[in-house]
């Protein structure tokens, strides 16, 4: 009899699968069978042979679950970010459609004997069949949902049963699962076996409200039973509401849970209560009363060996990040997430937008043809949108950090979403319902853009009635693709400034690079590094976090952009704003720390009193002393007082910088000495001006495109002026009284627009001075990646200066550079992005002092300020490499801009504010070189 594969194209969700329910810390005795599994991969449906009654695995392979096949030697991933990379026309698939079989014997216990046998999985990508004992038990889909199949009548307590397990990489599913990450196939979440008593819940939901100090409690079961919360001192029926007089809410800033247990004659279900009220009450959304503003991230669920098959210590990781960020909240992108980490949600306080498993990116927005609707207008989809969104309501209903269901992402709008909706209103009233496509809000409680330029969000703002009079929040913005995000600030200052406008979820968390190696070097792989033909490159790398959850600078620009204090001058002082939701200051401590010339000359404990949530206190310095010195700044700084859950004493939650003396004409020469003797010579050449240790000093005007820069429109128009391939002409070169005068042109082949440059060099007792002057000329593009000067040095080992840092920044991603004094290799000044790009700019010098083999160069603004870049490659090395690997240590480049453009998030965001943009115009630059 031939194997009936019939399901993988069918319109249905699933057959023979039990009606959903809560996720449940329970009693109930359960079989993990996490492990080893015996594993064969067909290359399609067809060629997978009719034997899964009665396999003989003898010779088959190996493979651990939870897992991806692809990520354990079998297939390849692959990424795309819209497009599906199968032809359109639901239900069919291709027929090339790897299936792997999964067997592995368990041994039923003898104690399951009298309970009703589940086995229940948590996720397996994207369609599957179960067979037990030889016998097809059923079948089902939704990746990122769970399934549970009724056993009772297949299996014997006490005795072996064969669990035979048939995936499909492609399925009608599939269709509508086209989220923006790698497509990985395979039992990726845990399998578990479950002995469901009888007469024990197996289906519980917990109603808990609060009002002004008071709260309300039912627990609804489908076993009859009693509640049961010792610190409370309550005990009741299930099914009852009961009042409770005086108890701690819970919020995502204090997110206090309560210990209860449900008892049945069967069993017990251990529940943890959190008390709190979601509304929207006059366009505002709140919680327990209290406007929230979402300083959230969007975060797939991915890891660079394990794809989405996440650890319980991944998941704690992504946890504890986020707390230490002072992030608040996060969008499920764009699935159910782990039950897991919403447990650990609710234990360590994050608001949760959960997202339903659905997109349908790739039909784009509007029908393409009439007889190739989008899924969400098809009826043919319609009842496996409606049972997605019940089975992640009914899964997640009992987490009191999820605060919006959301009905999935970038579907366009069908009459499917409107019958989702519906559902979530059915189950669960209490919680409001997300979709960003709905533009006019016809059908959600929130109103929600992706990517809205600041000025839009201020429209949004200033009208209260516009979309319904909704809250709004951007469910993506601050694209953190490469170099960036740059601009978060103007965002927040919004966000404080319209009580309507409540902030929103950067995308997104966490490049999604798969380790590689090649030749013995490992680096991160992104979409066509697997060969395949239809991907969407680097897009899949666009978190805050590294793949190996390192920090981007992009990340400690969000830190500071987000924290929940305001440190900023005022007079002899500081004014400190509390912009915690329900939190006093009174868990903190705060000190100060007095630099000058970025050396600490003083610093002390800071009496600060409790601040109560929106209020703010001025609180003078006791740094009169310092107030005349040149470059002197005092910092603030905030700390937990105790240690948190997910926090050490002392954890800084935020800062700021406060300047005690205006800012002098020059900066001094204070800091580390100098070496070396005065130039005595200076040559024009063919590749830039040799004056001293200097060599081929030119004028730049091009940086490797950041992924911001890469977008149709901007480093393409830049390349159309021809910015990328100047040339370089020396016009003159006549000596004065103490140096020389150099002027050059530089210009682009084959067009007419060039920068005419004077170079001024003058011999100092200790070293050289340079003045230099830009001017246009001819018909100039309007804005230029940069304008700097690049000159080249015998290798450099380390890098000491005073200026913005430690970290890189730009014009626009500036909030967390601190004015002090660093140091550090070169190696160590690089960010390596997964595709090389522009970086390691500090923005705002004083000086620097660059030390190697040969000796040390002094650079001082004089008295310009400068931005410094130092690295062992050329922006050309940066631009042409694919991967980190690529690029080679050898000579090092110097460039000291005197300014470079911002760095926005264009990539998948509104255009670079013209604050931002460098735009073509005279420039000048003084600077002493000893």
Same mark, same amino acid.
């Given at each position: 009899m031939t194997y009936d594969h019939s399901y993988v194209e069918d319109f249905a969700p699933a057959a023979g699968v039990l009606p959903p329910r809560a996720w449940l810390d329970d009693d109930s005795a359960r079989v993990s069978l996490t492990g080893d599994w015996s594993f064969r991969l067909s290359p399609s449906v067809a060629d997978a042979p009719d034997d899964l009654k009665d396999p003989d695995t003898s010779g088959w392979d190996t493979i651990s679950v939870p897992g991806h096949w692809q990520l354990q030697g079998y297939g390849a991933p692959a990424y795309t970010n819209v497009v599906y990379p199968f032809p359109l026309e639901p239900p069919f698939v291709p027929t090339d459609n790897p299936t792997g079989d999964y067997v592995r014997t368990v041994t039923v216990p003898a104690d399951f004997a009298g309970s009703r046998i589940v086995l229940r999985f948590e996720g397996v990508d994207s369609r599957f069949a179960l067979h037990v004992n030889g016998e097809l038990v059923g079948w089902s889909s939704g990746s990122r949902l769970p399934s549970e199949f009724d056993l009772t009548n297949l299996v014997t307590p006490g005795q072996e049963a064969r669990v035979a397990v048939r995936v499909h990489q492609w399925s009608t599913g599939s269709y509508v699962e086209d989220q923006d990450m790698w497509w990985l196939s395979g039992i990726f979440r845990e399998v578990n076996l479950l002995a469901l008593k009888p007469t024990a819940p197996t289906d519980v939901f917990v109603h808990a409200a609060y009002d002004g100090g008071a709260g309300t409690l039912k627990v609804d079961s489908d076993v009859a039973g009693t509640v049961v919360v010792p610190e409370l001192g309550l005990e009741f029926a299930t099914g009852e509401q009961t009042a409770v007089a005086q108890v701690e809410p819970w919020s995502a800033e204090s997110p206090k849970l309560y210990d209860g247990v449900v008892r049945t004659d069967g069993g017990e279900v251990r529940i943890r209560i959190g008390f709190r009220t979601v509304a929207i009450v006059d366009g505002v959304f709140t919680v327990n009363?209290? &406007? =929230? +503003?979402?300083?959230? =991230?969007?975060? #797939?669920? =991915? #890891?660079?060996? /394990?794809? &989405?098959? @996440?650890?319980?210590?991944?998941?704690?990781?992504?946890?504890?990040?986020?707390? /230490? *960020?002072?992030?608040? *909240?996060?969008?499920?992108? #764009?699935?159910?997430? !782990?039950? !897991?980490?919403?447990? +650990?949600?609710?234990? #360590?306080? @994050?608001?949760?937008v959960d997202e339903c498993d659905l997109e349908t990116h790739g039909f784009g927005y509007e029908p393409q043809a009439p007889d190739l609707p989008n899924p969400v207008m098809d009826e043919r989809f319609k009842p496996d949108l409606e049972l997605r969104m019940r089975r992640m309501v009914e899964r997640d209903k009992n987490h009191p950090s999820i605060v919006l269901w959301s009905l999935g992402n970038e579907c366009g709008m069908g009459d499917n979403l409107k019958a989702m909706y519906a559902v979530a209103k059915e189950l669960d009233p209490s919680r409001p319902v997300h979709y960003e496509r709905d533009t006019h809000a016809e059908f959600v409680d929130i109103y929600s853009q992706m990517y809205t330029s600041p000025e839009d969000v201020a429209k949004i703002g200033e009208d209260p009635t516009s979309y319904r009079g909704l809250p709004f929040i951007l469910c993506e913005y601050g694209h953190a693709m490469g170099n960036g995000p740059g601009g978060l600030l103007d965002y927040r200052e919004l966000f404080e400034k319209y009580p309507r406008c409540q902030g929103g979820f950067i995308w997104e968390f966490i490049d999604h690079g798969l380790r590689k190696s090649e030749d013995g070097q490992e680096f991160y792989a992104y979409g066509g590094d697997f060969g395949e033909s239809i991907h969407d490159g680097n897009f899949v790398c666009d978190g805050l976090l590294f793949p190996d959850r390192t920090p981007s600078p992009g990340m400690l620009e969000y830190v500071k952009v987000i924290e929940p204090l305001r440190i900023v001058a005022d007079g002899n002082g500081v004014v400190i704003g509390n912009r915690y939701e329900v939190l006093d200051t009174s868990h903190l401590s705060f000190r100060y720390v007095v630099e000058v010339q970025g050396e600490q000359v003083g610093g002390g404990e800071l009496s600060v009193p409790p601040i109560a949530p929106g209020e703010s206190a001025s609180v003078e310095l006791p740094v009169q002393e310092f107030a005349g010195q040149a470059e002197a700044w005092v910092t603030v700084i905030a700390e937990l007082t105790d240690g948190t859950a997910w926090a050490e004493a002392g !954890?800084?939650?935020?800062?700021?910088? =406060?300047? @005690?003396?205006?800012? *002098?004409?020059?900066?001094?020469?204070a800091g580390v000495g100098t070496a070396g003797t005065a130039p005595t010579d200076g040559v024009a050449g063919v590749h830039g001006i040799t004056v001293g240790g200097v060599t081929n000093a030119r004028l730049d005007v091009w940086r490797a495109p950041t992924d911001n820069d890469a977008i149709p429109g901007v480093a393409e128009a830049w390349r159309e002026a021809g910015v990328h391939r100047v040339q370089h002409r020396v016009v003159s070169a006549t000596t004065h009284e103490t140096g020389w005068k150099v002027v050059t042109r530089t210009a682009p082949p084959a067009l007419q627009w060039g920068l005419l440059s004077t170079w001024v060099w003058s011999r100092l007792e200790d070293g050289l001075h340079l003045d230099l002057t830009v001017k246009p000329e001819g018909q100039f593009p309007a804005t230029l990646p940069r304008l700097g000067v690049t000159f080249e040095l015998p290798k450099v080992d380390g890098v000491e200066w005073f200026g913005a840092g430690p970290n890189e920044a730009y014009v626009d991603t500036r909030s967390a550079a601190a004015v002090g004094k660093y140091s550090a290799t070169v190696a160590q000044l690089q960010t390596p992005y997964v595709r090389p790009q522009e970086n390691g700019h500090r923005i705002d010098t004083r000086w620097a002092v660059l030390t190697g083999a040969e000796g040390t160069l002094r650079i001082e603004a004089a008295p310009d300020l400068f931005g410094l870049t130092v690295r062992d490659w050329t922006s050309a090395d940066l631009e042409n490499a694919k991967h980190t690997i690529d690029v080679k240590p050898a000579t090092t480049y110097v460039t000291l801009d005197l300014a470079q453009a911002g760095i926005g998030s264009n990539s998948c965001g509104p255009a670079l504010a013209d604050k931002y943009k460098l735009h073509t115009a005279a420039a000048s630059l003084s600077v002493k070189f000893s």
């Open positions: 009363g209290n &406007r =929230v +503003l979402f300083n959230g =991230v969007n975060r #797939h669920e =991915v #890891h660079p060996d /394990r794809g &989405r098959a @996440l650890t319980e210590q991944d998941m704690l990781d992504d946890v504890l990040i986020m707390k /230490r *960020a002072g992030i608040n *909240a996060v969008r499920t992108s #764009h699935y159910p997430p !782990h039950p !897991h980490f919403l447990d +650990l949600c609710d234990l #360590h306080g @994050l608001y949760v !954890h800084r939650v935020a800062w700021g910088q =406060v300047r @005690l003396d205006e800012p *002098a004409g020059r900066s001094t020469t």
